[in-house]
């Protein structure tokens, strides 16, 4: 174990001494004869301190003004997207209940019994006699056509 506890640092000049026999610490100064103020140095920390500040809090407010305003911009975009799409809702909804109503009176202008009394007379068609009707059940989804090769 070291009985003596000093430590001696030499660095740029300035000496340090630590243990128990270390003299008062006295700074050197560069210029003995010029006298700083006290305060001179701690008031020009305080003006670059209260500098970054303000750049900081500006910085922050610009950032929030560019994030507000692009956050208008969406909103006004998705409210004009919202109106555009319920003008054409509004729109599909009538031309459909147009095409329902179309459809109506097509089906309803339709008449069976007049279709079957032009079919009979003008085009010589009659109902199928016996024999001539055949069933047959599918096994699928397949289809079957008969040829007759005998007309």
């Known amino acids: 174990m070291r009985e003596n506890n000093s430590f001696r640092y030499v660095r740029n000049n300035d000496e340090y001494q630590y243990g128990s026999a270390a003299p008062a610490y006295a700074p050197r100064r560069s210029n003995p004869g010029q006298q700083q103020k006290p305060g001179l140095k701690n008031r020009r920390k305080r003006s670059s301190f209260s500098f970054k500040g303000m750049v900081l ?34 729109a599909l909804n009538k031309l459909v209940s147009d095409n329902d109503e179309f459809y109506s009176r097509i089906i309803s202008s339709v008449d069976l019994d007049e279709i079957e009394t032009i079919a009979r007379s003008e085009l010589g068609m009659k109902y199928a006699g016996e024999g001539q009707v055949i069933t047959y059940t599918s096994v699928g989804n397949d289809y079957m056509r008969k040829v007759d090769s005998g007309n």
């Open 57 to 90: 809090v500006a910085g922050a407010f610009a950032f929030l003004a560019v994030v507000m305003v692009n956050y208008v911009r969406v909103q006004s975009e998705l409210t004009s997207t919202v109106k555009d799409v319920a003008g054409k809702e509004v």
